[in-house]
């Protein structure tokens, strides 16, 4: 593996999605208002891009936090038209490099690793110099080995 590069793990996370989410800061503001005071904390944020007035929403919790949020999501539920959809027991990989601010084809290379994998793909945010994945417990293993595969040249 390249020495500036990082691959690390984080198991057991719940990927909770809106769909028909309002596509506005004031909206997603109160949600997550709310899901702080039930003290849990938010990981991943992806947001889809807007159709009109709505949009997709996901954002992932740690499997401890499964309980005290099903009770948010029922409320949700009940008093909106948001569809909620809760996926728990995934993983997160996070590959790090700060070279990637600057280095053409690093993404390319972690998608390409995983492109013959097949494996379900939940989720994926990015920044500068970190790209991040969330997997089922079902594909992590092989995820993991591609992407640390393809990394080590």
Avoid: W
């Amino acid at each position: 593996m390249n020495s500036t590069t990082v691959i690390s793990t984080v198991d057991n996370i719940t990927l909770i999605t809106l769909q028909g989410f309002p596509a506005n800061v004031g909206a997603m503001s109160r949600i997550f208002d709310e899901i702080a005071k039930c003290g849990i904390n938010i990981d991943m944020i992806s947001m889809a891009p807007t159709h009109g007035a709505y949009t997709g929403m996901s954002f992932t919790i740690s499997d401890n936090d499964l309980i005290d949020i099903l009770s948010f999501v029922n409320a949700v539920k009940k008093e909106t038209d948001i569809k909620v959809i809760v996926s728990s027991v995934n993983h997160k990989i996070s590959i790090y490099d700060k070279a990637m601010k600057n280095t053409p084809g690093i993404a390319a290379k972690v998608f390409n690793a995983i492109s013959n994998t097949d494996a379900d793909i939940r989720l994926i945010t990015t920044s500068e110099v970190e790209i991040s994945l969330l997997v089922t417990e079902a594909d992590f293993d092989t995820v993991y080995q591609a992407i640390t595969a393809a990394m080590s040249y």
